[in-house]
């Protein structure tokens, strides 16, 4: 491995997420032969990449799950014992990428004085508001996030000087902000990994996220026993249970007429095209790759009106169908609006698809590739900038 690039993923979760397809996604660009990959992981089944070390990190259930305090620094040290044995059996390690966000990923910061690997951290979700986060952001050399994570973000780096005056606060941040490595991403599908069409035979609703609260089954449950059995519609949903995780999450599956369950199935890329109308049912979702995935599937696609990503650049009634947040009433009369109408939504799928076009892996995520592989844009030669 001496000459060859050695890089870390560090995962300490428990469970898949759309943030994992992701990261996956960035990883399957990395050359091989110039790079080797070792990923260090708490659920190995999330990360189906081809030419990788896999380590199956134990996560022992009396480690606490504390997000603060003595239990959450306890857990970060047991990690740390996981990165010193991976640097004595696995070989140097010249990058390391944090897939997280700094909390998460926080014994890479820990360690780095001592293994002296660089960092590129991705951040797929807000950060916590914590000096020690503050820190990571300051010491990491690439820091990729999702927009919408920006603000999270500043008041973090701010608790680094927290005793300082607002102004100072401030100046020291805009300082850091241009001259270190922050850019931001949007998250992208790879050409090969494309999803399959959807069918437009009929109407057939999916949902699919982890059970945790804040991802909104509840709300499309709600709508589903408050319309009569006789007028229902077929619905597949997907989900996947955290483990190990303090948040609270809706209980599956649960015995309602008209309703598949799928606990998270191997084949989702099949459920997926089975069915043609995807409800998006998640709040503030920071970026929301199974909508992507739903939109290139030529699905139509029916989100909340709140601000989030994809509802300021979709477009209500030419490539999506839009509700108002939280409201059981307007989510279903955007389902019955679809649902009674076919050639709908398959003018609304096929004008999600054309959208979803300029969301490809390999261009969303090239600069992650570069910082990755240790490289800059312009070392890039002409045929790969073609590509």
């Known amino acids: 491995m001496n000459n060859i690039n050695h890089i870390l993923v560090f995962d300490p979760i428990t469970y898949a997420g759309g943030s994992k397809v992701a ?58 014992f996981w990165l010193i044995y991976t640097r004595i059996f696995y070989g140097k390690i010249n990058m390391a990428v944090g897939a997280s966000g700094p909390g998460i990923d926080m014994p890479l910061y820990l360690m780095k004085w001592l293994f002296g690997y660089q960092i590129t951290q991705l951040i797929h979700g807000p950060v916590g508001l914590s000096r020690s986060i503050g820190l990571c952001l300051c010491r990491a050399q690439h820091i990729f996030y999702l927009k919408s994570t920006y603000p999270s973000l500043i008041t973090a780096i701010k608790q680094v000087w ?40 009929s109407p057939s609703l999916f949902w699919a996220a982890s059970l945790l609260k804040w991802k909104g089954l509840d709300l499309l449950l709600e709508v589903i026993n408050s319309t009569p059995e006789s007028s229902r519609v077929p619905t597949r949903i997907c989900y996947l249970l955290p483990e190990n995780n303090a948040l609270p999450t809706t209980e599956a599956p649960q015995e309602i007429t008209s309703i598949e369950w799928h606990h998270q199935p191997t084949q989702l890329d099949r459920l997926r095209s089975q069915s043609n109308i995807f409800i998006s049912t998640s709040h503030q979702e920071p970026f929301g790759l199974s909508i992507l995935e739903a939109l290139t599937a030529g699905m139509c696609v029916i989100i909340p009106s709140d601000g989030a990503f994809w509802d300021l650049v979709l477009t209500h009634n030419k490539n999506c169908l839009k509700y108002k947040p939280n409201d059981i009433s307007s989510l279903q009369q955007q389902i019955n609006k ?27 995520y090239l600069n992650i590739k570069l910082a990755i592989e240790k490289r800059s844009l312009s070392a890039l030669s002409l045929n790969e900038v073609k590509q």
């Open 23 to 80: 990261t996956r996604e960035m990883l399957d660009l990395i050359n091989r032969k110039k790079h080797h990959i070792t990923i260090l992981t708490a659920n190995p089944s999330s990360w189906l990449l081809r030419n990788v070390e896999m380590i199956n990190m134990s996560h022992p259930k009396w480690l606490p799950i504390s997000e603060h305090g003595k239990g959450y620094w306890l857990r970060q040290l047991y990690f740390c």
């Open 162 to 201: 927290r005793k300082k005056a607002e102004h100072i606060q401030e100046e020291n941040t805009e300082h850091l902000l241009r001259t270190h490595h922050f850019e931001a991403f949007v998250n992208g599908i790879s050409e090969k990994n494309l999803p399959s069409p959807c069918q437009y035979h």
């Open 338 to 364: 679809a649902t009674s109408n076919i050639q709908l939504i398959k003018t609304i799928g096929k004008a999600g698809a054309h959208f979803s076009q300029g969301y490809r892996a390999e261009q969303c």
